[in-house]
Every structure is written in structure tokens, then in C-alpha cells.
């Protein structure tokens, strides 16, 4: 079946652009997570949801972002005021329950409706 | 901050020798899951290990957890030139849905 979607792909903005990134979790998936990578690191998280209530949003870096899932299904995040700091890989997850602990299970190793499956990511570039 | 630190950094094998590549990390963990990620892609989940778990097998690798160290290895044995990709563990603290937390991960390179 299709796994999480994530638009645009990339994404090139001039410092002070706003910018726009979706993120549509497979369908049924209660639970939707953003991360953001930079270059050379591994994944951090941002701000979670359950349904379409957003229950942690402690890792969004600063009061320019901004995220949403009015309808409990896709999710956008927005930047506001784009810094070259902010360029990076963002990464969307969802899993099926409110139970989230992993993600994907290609080799099968514990794998379960707590699974997080992750989109591509889009990857924002802010000269 | 990143809870968890791979080690090595880079690691560059022949094909079909084994890679051996370790995670710490800092508090008490529900879970450790190791993930691959190619270049330009998305996570791949690899395999979960619980905290109340030693060690687990999948396929080619193997996976331990040492609680008592904080720390976790994984082995990936014959490697194949299409295992080359980054390596990352990632930890989750508390039953039911909690966020990972990721390490900064191993540059695995396995030339054929």
C-alpha cells in the first residue's frame, strides 16, 4: 500500500520566505511526527500529533515554526521568516496507534501497530 | 540534543566481511531501534530491540543491548555492496507513543 508522502521534495527559499511543507501519513495513521536532520546528523524531533491534536510540539526551534493536522490526517508544517539555519531534511512519521516506537520493519524485528513509518522528507535549502 | 552516539563515525569494509558498528546512550530506554537511511532517502527501520531484551537476530544482523552499559551493538554479517548507507539507533523512553531519539549515526561504506 502507498507509505507517507511528503511535498515538495525539495525545497529552495530566499532568507524571509515563508515556506509550506505537507506531510500525508498512511491512511488510518493516528499518530504524525515531524523531524528535522541536518546534514551529517541524525534525525530530531520537532512536534507530534495525535489525531489532530498536537500533544508536544518541545523541539520546534523557535516561534517561526508552526505546525498543524486540522482534519487528523495530513499535516503541514510552515516556516515563517526562513533562516539559513533552517536548511535541512525534514521527516515525517506516523503509526497506526497512539503507540509509536519504530518504524518500517523491512527485516521484520519487532515491528508492531506502534511502528513510526517515515515519508521521504523534504529537504529546504534558505540561501 | 541526541541521546545516542554511534561509533564508529565511518566505516569502510570489504564485501563480505562483517560490520560491526556500536550505539550509547544516556537514560533508560523503553526500546532501541536501529534504522538505515541511503543517501537522498528516507529512514528504513532495520530491527527493534526491547530493554528487557540481550539480543535479537534478523536475516544478516544481529543485534545486542547491554542495559547496564548503555549500549548497543550492531552486526551486519557478509556485506554486500547495497548495504552501504548510514546507520543510526534511536531510543524511546516510556511505553506508548513517545518521540525517537536518534544518534547521529555510521557512515557504513562496503566496496565491492
Known amino acids: 500500500g502507498a507509505g507517507v508522502s511528503q511535498s515538495p521534495r525539495y525545497k529552495v527559499a530566499k532568507r524571509g520566505q515563508d515556506v509550506a511543507l505537507r506531510c500525508d501519513p498512511i491512511?488510518?495513521?493516528?499518530?504524525l511526527f515531524w523531524y528535522q536532520q541536518a546534514l551529517g546528523q541524525g534525525p530530531e524531533f520537532l512536534t507530534y500529533?495525535?489525531?489532530?491534536?498536537?500533544?508536544?510540539k518541545s523541539g520546534l526551534p523557535s516561534d517561526r515554526f508552526f505546525a498543524e493536522r486540522p482534519e487528523g490526517s495530513v499535516s503541514t508544517l510552515k516556516i515563517q521568516r526562513t533562516q539559513q539555519e533552517d536548511s535541512a531534511v525534514y521527516l515525517c512519521?506516523?503509526?497506526?496507534?497512539?503507540?509509536?516506537?519504530?518504524?518500517?520493519?523491512?527485516?521484520?524485528?519487532?515491528?508492531?501497530?506502534?511502528?513510526?513509518?517515515f515519508g521521504p522528507g523534504t529537504r529546504l535549502t534558505v540561501l | 540534543s541526541q541521546q545516542g552516539e554511534e561509533d564508529p563515525q565511518a566505516l569502510s569494509i570489504q564485501e563480505g566481511e562483517n560490520a560491526t558498528m556500536n550505539c550509547s546512550y544516556k537514560?533508560?530506554?523503553?526500546?532501541l531501534q536501529w534504522y538505515r537511511q541511503n543517501s537522498g532517502r528516507g529512514l528504513v527501520h532495520l530491527i527493534l530491540?526491547?530493554?528487557?531484551?540481550r539480543e535479537k537476530h534478523s536475516g544478516r544482523l544481529r543485534v545486542t543491548l547491554d542495559t547496564s552499559k548503555k549500549s548497543s551493538s550492531l552486526l551486519i554479517t557478509a556485506s554486500r555492496a547495497a548495504d552501504t548507507a548510514s546507520y543510526f539507533c534511536?531510543?524511546?523512553?516510556?511505553?506508548?507513543?513517545?518521540?525517537?531519539?536518534f544518534g547521529k549515526g555510521t557512515r557504513l561504506s562496503v566496496i565491492a
Open positions: 500529533f495525535q489525531n489532530e491534536a498536537q500533544l508536544d
Open positions: 530491540i526491547r530493554s528487557n531484551e
Open positions: 512519521a506516523s503509526s497506526l496507534s497512539p503507540g509509536g516506537t519504530g518504524a518500517g520493519g523491512l527485516a521484520g524485528g519487532g515491528s508492531n501497530t506502534d511502528t513510526q513509518y
Open positions: 491512511s488510518g495513521h493516528v499518530s
Open positions: 537514560t533508560s530506554i523503553n526500546n
Open positions: 534511536a531510543t524511546d523512553f516510556t511505553s506508548g507513543n513517545t518521540p525517537l531519539v
